[in-house]
């Protein structure tokens, strides 16, 4: 019989070290000062905060490809003094030169923001600017100015984790530790897009990590059975941009993998839970979750913050006003 020691070890395992942590930290902090102290940019730079999955706690390890472990990934929201008139391109430009300026030597432009690569870490830099309770982000591809609200989701998932008794961001890192080891090539659905899910779904009563994961799987399946059927991506709309469809940018190829593969361990799972024998579960759990599924709860205190409720995981963040809205396709 599995124990629920069994899935706090697992969390515990799979979350960011502190190594990981302290070099996330690091190189947000010093990337931030730099562009504040840059003379030029310091002519259009307000404010600057963190967003994406190290903000909201929902990170997981790092993970290991061909023994080498990758690098973690930090969001860095930077309002601007830019306007609406201002061209897209023009903007992104002007943050990748004082990037530069700054001695940051491996950066790229994107769609929308700035990929900085250190050797430690992966730091994706986003130039926005206010409107209103909102914000807009550039976007170069199309030349216009998105609705967006970063910060948003970072409250939302501290309201979703008090909703649900502290166990939907424990919920969501044990989903996406699920995709990592079964889904390692899809590109989508990942991320926050998984975070939605577990909110529409995961059980508000249940406490038992075990029941929380089979009765997530369970609910997915039954529940999008239709869309997968009729080779369809369903709506689910985004926490922060009402309207908008976090599945948005997710083909149906990619989601008829996704499906098939939470329907094939919706029944593994519902297995590897009802069966009596020890080594069985265990072997049908590890099928599921991976071969770092614990065989046997183990002495360690739960002393990870996975398993209490909790706004972050040990990073420098200042605060920042919240209210619901985020971009589409934001990770």
Partial sequence: MTTQKQFTDLLYEIEPSTSTVNACSSAHTTLRAALKSDDEFAKVHKT???????????????????????????????????????????????????????????????????????????????????????????????????????????????????????????????FKWWRRVNLADLRRPKGFILECVVSKFMSTTQSNYEALFVDLLESIRDDYAGYAAAGLVPFLEDPGVAGNNVFSHVTADEFQIFYDKVKEHAKLARDAKNETDDDKALEKWREVLGSCFPAAASSRSAASSLVRPVVGVGLSFPAVAAVPNKPSGFA
């Fill in 48 to 174: 600057d905060f963190l967003s994406g999955s190290h903000k909201r706690d929902t990170a997981i390890r790092p993970q290991k490809i061909d023994g080498v472990l990758q690098r973690p990934d930090v969001d860095i929201i930077v309002v601007t003094k830019h306007s609406k008139d201002d061209d897209p391109d023009d903007v992104l430009t002007t943050l990748e030169k004082a990037l530069r300026d700054a001695g940051y030597k491996n950066v790229k432009v994107n769609r929308r923001s700035i990929a900085v690569t250190l050797s430690t870490v992966d730091m994706d830099v986003v130039p926005i600017i206010e409107n209103g309770l909102s914000y807009l982000i550039p976007d170069k591809q199309l030349g216009q100015w998105l609705t967006t609200n970063p910060p948003a989701h970072t409250q939302w998932t501290i309201d979703e984790n008090s909703r649900t008794g502290g166990r939907f961001k424990p919920l969501v890192k044990l």
